[in-house]
C-alpha cells in the first residue's frame, strides 16, 4: 500500500476520525483518536495547543495536534474499509482476497489467487444518519432474502448502457440501478447493524434507515469544528503555561495552596502575573466565556494589542470611508485554534455561528458520531497563524438604514425563509438578528472577492468572521496558515492609505451592482421561492464554502446597494 500524506489540517476538517481515505492503491478509514497516542513514543513527542476560553466550551482539558508526519512511519492509526473488494481480472467481488505473503516486492494490497492481480475497493458502501456505516450487503442486494447454492459473486455490466450488474454463481443477477435511491435499501430489507469500523468492538443497536452511497461521496463525513481566535489576555505565553502546569496536579489546587506552590511552579516568573493568570482560569470555572463577544471588544478597544498572537493596528479612515465605517483595524497577526468535535454523515451539521452557544444548546437535532469509543479529556485541533481585517461599521448610520421600513420588510422575508428552513431541521430559530446580519454577511463577501484581487490571496484561502447582534455589527475578514511564519502581510498592507483602502471598500461595493445574471438574481424573491438568499449567485456574491461561516446562506445585495427597479434599501446609498 502506498504510504498518503495528510495535512494536520485535512484531519481536522476533512479526514478526522470515520472518514475514508482514498489511497492509490487502497482505502482505508482513520481511527479515534484514543489510538493515535497509544505508545509511550507518541505520546513523548505529542504537541499541545493551548487555547482556555475553547477549552472551558468544549468541556475538555486540552487540545493536541494530529500525530502526521512525526513520529513513526504510519503516523495516524487506520483500518482497511471497505473489506469488500474486486479483481479487475476475473471481476470477482469478495471480502476474503488473500495478502501477499512471502514477497515483499509485491504491495502491500490483497491479491486475487486465481489471476495474481491487485484488488481495488468497492465502490458502493452503506451508512445510516447516526454516524453507522458499513459494506454494501452485496448478497442480500441480490438475492432478496432467498437461499443461494453458490458462494461467488462477479461485479460485471450490462448491455449498451455499462451500467453495473452482480452477478452470483447460483445464477442469479441484479442490476445496481437504483441501488443509491432513498428507498432502495429498506426495499431491499436491509436494517442498519450500528457498525463503527474507525472504534472497533461491538456493534451498536440502531433502527435508522440505511442509505447506499458511492465511497467517495461528500456526505459520507462532515466534520464538526469549533475554533476561536486568541486575545489577551488569554494568548500571552506565561497564561498558557500556566494553564498548561495547573492541569498537571490531579486535584487542583486550592487558593490557600497558591503561596506555596506558585515559588516551585513558577520559579522565574512574577508571582503577582502568576496569580492573575489563575484568577482567569478560576472565573472561567464558574463562567462561561462568550467567545464571540471577547474577540469583539478586542478589536475595538482603544488602545492597540501587542501579545505574541494577537497585534492590532487602529487605521484611519479617509473621510468618503467614514461615512459607512466607524473603525478599521489591521491584525498584523492572529492565532486561530480550530478543534474538531465529532462528525456526521448524510446530514450536514447547520449551527447558526453567531451565536454563543454549543450544540446541544442549539437543540442540534442531526446525530453526532463520537471521535473515540470512550470519554476523554482531549480532543484534537490544530493552530494556524495569520493576519486579518477588522472592519466596524458606523454605530448611527446603521441604526438610521435599520429603521427604513422597506430594509425591514424585506430583511425579514429572507430570515423568515431562513428560520422556517432551520426549523425543518431541529434548531432553533435565529435569534436577535435582523437587517445587520444579511448587510454584514454580504459585505463581507463581496470584500473577500475585492481582496483576492488587491491582496495576492485567492478568495478560497480567506475567511469571514461576523460579528452581529444588538451590540455587535462588524466583520473580520483573514487568511491563516498551519506554517509557523503564518501569513505574507498581503491583507495589513491594503490598509496602509485612507485613500486605497476606501478605494477597494467602494470596489467592494460597485461588486454588488451587477451580475451576469441579472434581472433574474435582483429580482429573486426568497419567501416564494424559500430559497436562502436574495439578490445573491455564484457569478456576484457567493464565495468557496471554506470561506463562509453560513454555507452561502443569508446573502442580499439589495442590502449593499439599492438594485434598479427595486424599493431604496441600500446601506451604502440610502442617503442619497
Known sequence: MQRQSLRPSQIIMTFGPGSIVDLPDDSVM?????????????????????????????????????????????????????LWRVCPGCSRLSNRFVWPRGQPELPRVP??????????PARIIVAC???????????????????????????GTEGQSASLRVDCSCGRSRSLAGALGKDAMADAKCSCQGRRPWLGGQNEQCTEPLYALLRGASNVYFSVTRSALSIPPWSGPLQAEVAARWRMFPVPPTRDDWPTLIPHVFPHDDPDEVVKCLERLMELDVKKPLIRREEYEAFIAEQEQNSPHFVTRKRELSPTAAKFAARLVAVSRLREVRALLAFTRINAPEMDPVMELIDEEQDLQVALAPLSAKPLNWLPAIENLGEGIFLELNEERLAEWESLPAVRQRAEVLLASYSNWRRTRGLQDVQNQGPRLILLHTLAHLFIRQMSLDSGYSSASLRERIYSDEQMYGILIYTSTPDSDGSLGGLVRQTRSPEGFCNRLMSSVELGRICSNDPLCREHDPGRTQRLNGAACHACTMVSETSCEFGNRLLDRAMIVTLPNQSPTGYFDHDE
Do not use: A
Not at 513514543?41 to 468541556?59: A, T
Not at 491479491?111 to 481495488?120: A, V, W
Open 30 to 82: 482513520i481511527t479515534g483518536i484514543e489510538h493515535w497516542f497509544d505508545s509511550t513514543d507518541k505520546m513523548s513527542r505529542c504537541r499541545k495547543i493551548s487555547e482556555p476560553r475553547l477549552e472551558r466550551i468544549l468541556g475538555i482539558d486540552e487540545f493536541r495536534m494530529p500525530p502526521v508526519d512525526s513520529y513513526e512511519r504510519y503516523d495516524v492509526p487506520f483500518v482497511r474499509f471497505p
Open 111 to 120: 491479491r486475487c489467487t486465481r489471476c495474481n492481480r491487485e484488488t481495488y
Open 129 to 155: 444518519t447516526q454516524g453507522h456505516i458499513d459494506d454494501f450487503p452485496w448478497y442480500r442486494w441480490i438475492h432478496r432474502g432467498q437461499n443461494c447454492r453458490g458462494n461467488e459473486l462477479f461485479l
